[in-house]
């Protein structure tokens, strides 16, 4: 096991990576930020996803790390994260799709009838593809015990279980129709995996 990293050293992880991003985005949620967290340029160095995951792991409550039984992760952006949580809990993992716009699972993926599952995400804005899945697990006759988060950028999530993010970045977001960006004519751009910025 690694030693414990600092929240400064894994800030600097995601600069080194160039993780962090400035602009003008439309983030998966819909709503516009001048900041966006590209985690797929950490997460596309397995050491060092594995890493993050061990320190997230070493974070959560003994006897929460310990009753898991499950990691589940929204497609796509979690699936990597989630994997090598997963990995550092020694459970399976699972992840959900869209199909027809409708967050389910595909591929033959089940969840056990009681099963105690951790939700694994790369960044949470509004938390809404969490709820999604956690509404998911619920109704598959799991039990989501909590949700884990490479990034949390500082907003209220939608989901109510406890939280734990890696770190906690306060990077403001607005609704389209109130974007001082968009106001000024400044290029959107659409980075995400589930829409596309329309010109």
């Known amino acids: 096991m690694n030693k414990s990293m600092t929240d400064s050293e894994i800030l600097q ?3 080194d990576t160039g993780a962090i991003r400035s602009g003008h985005f439309q983030l998966t949620s819909g709503r516009h930020s001048d900041t966006y967290f590209q985690c797929a340029r ?12 061990q320190e ?5 409550p003994s006897g929460l790390a310990q009753s898991i039984d499950l990691v589940a992760s929204p497609a796509v952006g979690g699936i990597l994260f989630g994997n ?3 990995d550092v809990l020694d459970c399976p993992m699972v992840f959900s799709e ?3 716009g409708k967050m389910c699972f595909r591929r033959s993926f089940e969840i056990e009838l009681g099963a105690k599952v951790l939700v694994a995400e790369d960044v949470v804005t509004s938390g809404g593809s969490v709820k999604e899945l956690v509404d998911l697990v619920v109704a598959a006759g799991g039990s989501v015990l909590a949700v884990a988060a490479l990034v949390d950028r500082g907003s209220k999530p939608l989901f109510s279980e406890d939280f734990y993010p890696l770190i906690c970045l306060d990077a403001p977001s607005w609704p389209p129709d109130k974007c001082q960006l968009c106001q000024q004519g400044v ?3 659409s980075p995400g995996s ?3 910025a329309k010109s």
């Open 84 to 86: 090598a949580l997963a």
């Open 13 to 15: 992880v995601f600069r």
């Open 42 to 53: 950490v997460l596309e160095q397995p050491r060092l996803t594995r890493r993050l995951a």
């Open 98 to 100: 869209r199909e027809g």
């Open 56 to 60: 997230l792991a070493s974070r959560l």
């Open 194 to 196: 589930r829409r596309l």
């Open 187 to 189: 290029p959107l751009y």
